[in-house]
């Protein structure tokens, strides 16, 4: 099913596909009052979720700091309205002003049609937090989004795409279903294609015991973005790292944060604190992912069943901090096209990566040119929280959603002669502006971070 | 009735206010901060930058300056005056207008004009500025699609309390002076034998008095809870965090750059596994 009375929404797993994630869909007519007592224990666990609740104003600001409003300007697509689809039930049920005073305060009753809405809008939401930026309380409606596809996760309604990464990285260890001989053949292959291209040999270490250095790349490097790879594995060898890639945890993304932030999400913790463990190493370094580094860096210190051993810092971090200190000779006439930097969001509004990615870019690129807003107050790509829908409506809904990013790549011209490059450090981001710089005839080229310091890395 | 307005229900308005804000309170602490939500836009790195932070937003209305300077200017205009107002009438009726004449070289008579002057000037900016909120909410189709009525209500209740007070002051035969106003308060509320219950009177200020308790009743289960809402929640995502230190265990990126590591066998001299 792609649409709900007029309404788009993801194809949805099927009841076979939600048992491998270890839930049990609920029959409709259960749906509405198991919904209820799921909202009652949620809200009642999380501040961030009542105070999101309980302390709009409506007073509107977000509405136009939302891409995906500004993109489909559908009114449920502004954030305070979105987080109304629940906000009316929360208050009919659970405060003294909705069972009072009802429909004159916007409360209204539980029903599968409310259910259905929710599983619409809460997957057309990118969770990318412009709007708790924004928001003169700082009310982060992403909250409200979790709790909506957690609730619905729960219910047995989870998007087909979402719930098979689940099942592939309990099965493997990543959203891709690459089992180890494929990825030991895939970075044998990227090693030889370094060589090939850039006349650099390096090699790329798979379960390496004792190695100093775990990193976890995306699996999507594997397919889709060769170069984010060579990149990392350009810099490891430049600097001597004794690291290597763990083939239980070939994924730095954990799509638990965006369906399943009990089961899901913790599981893939333990998996990756098993991995560093076995291995022996001293330190963990993420990859290009957006939400994953999210849930790593500030997710893992709260869902770990065990005292953490190791830090966790971004590739980005490190690179940034050899630059700051001189450690790295960089070549910025080898990256010489116009070049922008599209910030992903849980990079500059949850993770702080806002000023060492800007260091990364500006010691690669020759003609590096900000896009505008950037940094915390950049707009998403439009494909956050892995909303990559391939169905008709809700790829149709994609392009929508990129409009604005469209809109700001333009404006800074890189891609008025056809050769900009779109840095986009992130694999979501990188999935989701594939086709839309293509759908937008934008003239540009997207790429990642790492891989204009591979290249840019003066060896000699 | 004037007995219920002027001498039961205030206490009960004052019971409801108080144990309905903890009411709340406590559904908030109840719940916790399960995962770190911190925003960094940017990190904060102390206590005292956390402090900026939150004060700038609160007090300055941050945000709203910074990405939309037509809400910016209602909204802080409105609160600004509000808070005068409120403030004007501790001080106004504690110290009779005269409030002004603790600063050196003010007397008397010079406070309570300048009282007279600021209250006027603040409640008609009051009064205009909730106004200006109201047709916005019904000018601007965004705001216009995210109103519940009650949202509305609010405003408008808000217009009437405001524009009763503003009659008091502005038209001469309905003025109320602040001695009585400040006599029958102390007396009612240190329980003696009430006095100036004839100022009950007077529509205007019975009007307005009861209006403000039905504010004060209705406060703890309404959205004006975002007066304290605003700091809870700046609260979850304006929070210190510092980042783990950069910097990856042994490795000596001068040795490699020597041994040429990367460089294809023969390119770089010495042998690419050396430093491995």
């Known amino acids: ?460 | 009735m004037k007995l219920l307005i002027g001498q039961i229900l205030p206490f009960i308005t004052i019971t409801i206010f108080v144990l309905g804000v903890f009411y709340r309170l406590g559904r908030w602490v109840g719940a916790r901060i399960v995962h770190n939500v911190t925003l960094s836009d940017p990190w904060l790195k102390s206590g005292g930058e956390v402090a900026v932070k939150i004060g700038t937003e609160a007090f300055l209305f941050r945000s709203l300056f910074k990405f939309d300077k037509a809400l910016w200017a209602g909204a802080f205009i409105m609160h600004f005056a509000l808070l005068n107002v409120l403030g004007g009438h501790v001080v106004g009726f504690g110290l009779l207008g005269e409030q002004f004449a603790y600063i050196p070289g003010i007397t008397a008579e010079m406070s309570k004009d300048a009282s007279n002057l600021l209250g006027t000037v603040f409640g008609i900016v009051l009064f205009l500025s909730i106004a200006y909120l109201l047709i916005r909410r019904f000018s601007i189709s965004e705001v216009k699609s995210i109103s519940n009525s009650s949202d509305v209500v609010w405003l408008v209740y808000l217009l009437l309390i405001v524009g009763v007070g503003n009659i008091m002051r502005l038209f001469h035969q309905f003025h109320i002076e602040y001695e009585p106003v400040r006599d029958y308060i102390v007396a009612l509320f240190t329980l003696q034998p009430v006095v100036g219950m004839e100022l009950l009177e007077s529509y205007f200020f019975l009007t307005h008095f009861l209006l403000v308790q039905i504010l004060l009743i209705v406060f703890p289960f309404s959205k004006l809870m975002h007066l304290f809402g605003m700091f809870a929640e700046r609260w979850i995502v304006n929070r210190v965090y510092h980042d783990p230190a950069p910097g990856m265990p042994n490795i000596d990126i001068p040795a490699a750059r020597k041994a040429g590591l990367g460089l294809p066998s023969g390119g770089g001299g010495e042998s690419a596994s050396e430093g491995v």
């Not at chain 1, 099913?1 to 929404?9: F, N, P």
């Not at chain 1, 993304?253 to 932030?261: A, C, E, M, R, S």
Request: proline share 5%; with cysteine.
């Open chain 1, 1 to 460: 099913m792609a649409e709900y009375k007029g309404m788009a929404q993801p194809s949805r797993a099927g009841e076979k596909d939600m048992r491998k994630i270890h839930m049990e869909p609920i029959p409709d007519e259960l749906k509405p009052e198991k919904a209820l007592e799921y909202l009652d224990e949620y809200r009642k666990k999380f501040r961030s979720f009542v105070m999101a609740m309980e302390s709009c104003t409506k007073c509107g600001q977000c509405a136009e700091n939302c891409h995906t409003y500004l993109g489909t300007r559908d009114p449920n697509n502004i954030p305070t309205n979105r987080a109304e689809l629940i906000r009316k039930i929360y208050r009919r049920y659970f405060t003294l002003e909705g069972r009072w005073f009802g429909n004159l305060v916007g409360a209204e009753d539980i029903s599968l049609d409310v259910i259905e809405q929710w599983y619409s809008y809460f997957w057309q939401c990118s969770e990318c937090r412009r709007c708790a930026h924004v928001c003169p309380f700082g009310i982060d409606t992403c909250e409200v989004t979790m709790a909506g596809r957690q609730i619905l996760h729960w219910l047995g309604i989870t998007p087909k795409l979402h719930a098979d990464v689940g099942g592939a990285m309990e099965k493997v260890g990543n959203h891709t279903g690459l089992p180890k001989p494929g990825i030991i053949d895939t970075l044998e292959f990227m090693a030889e294609e370094c060589m090939d291209e850039f006349g650099i040999d390096i090699e790329f270490p798979v379960d390496k015991p004792d190695a100093d250095i775990m990193y976890v790349p995306s699996s999507a490097d594997f397919l889709l973005n060769p170069y984010t790879l060579m990149g990392a594995g350009m810099f490891f060898k430049y600097i001597g790292a004794n690291w290597t890639i763990p083939s239980t945890v070939t994924e730095a993304g954990n799509f638990g944060l965006l369906f399943d932030q009990r089961y899901t999400q913790r599981h893939n913790v333990m998996r990756l604190l098993n991995a560093a463990q076995n291995l022996n190493v001293k330190k963990i370094v993420w990859g290009e992912c957006g939400h994953g580094w999210r849930a790593a860096k500030m997710y893992v210190p709260s869902l770990a069943d065990r005292p953490i051993r190791w830090d966790i810092t971004h590739l980005h971090d490190e690179v940034a901090y050899l630059i700051n200190t001189n450690q790295l000779k960089l070549d910025p006439s080898k990256n010489s096209k116009p070049t922008t930097l599209h910030d992903p969001c849980n990079y500059v509004r949850a993770c702080g990566l806002n000023d060492n990615m800007r260091t990364c870019i500006k010691a690669s690129v020759a003609n590096y040119v900000e896009m505008s807003p950037n940094g915390a107050d950049n707009f998403c790509c439009g494909g956050g929280s892995g909303i990559l829908f391939d169905d008709k409506e809700m790829y149709q809904k994609r392009i929508e959603l990129s409009w604005k990013k469209a809109e700001q790549v333009r404006a800074t011209g890189i891609g008025k002669d056809g050769n900009g490059i779109l840095c986009a450090p992130c694999s979501i981001c990188k999935a989701q502006l594939y086709p839309m710089v293509e759908e937008h005839d934008l003239g540009v080229e997207v790429k990642g971070l790492i891989d204009l310091v591979g290249m840019a890395l003066d060896f000699k």
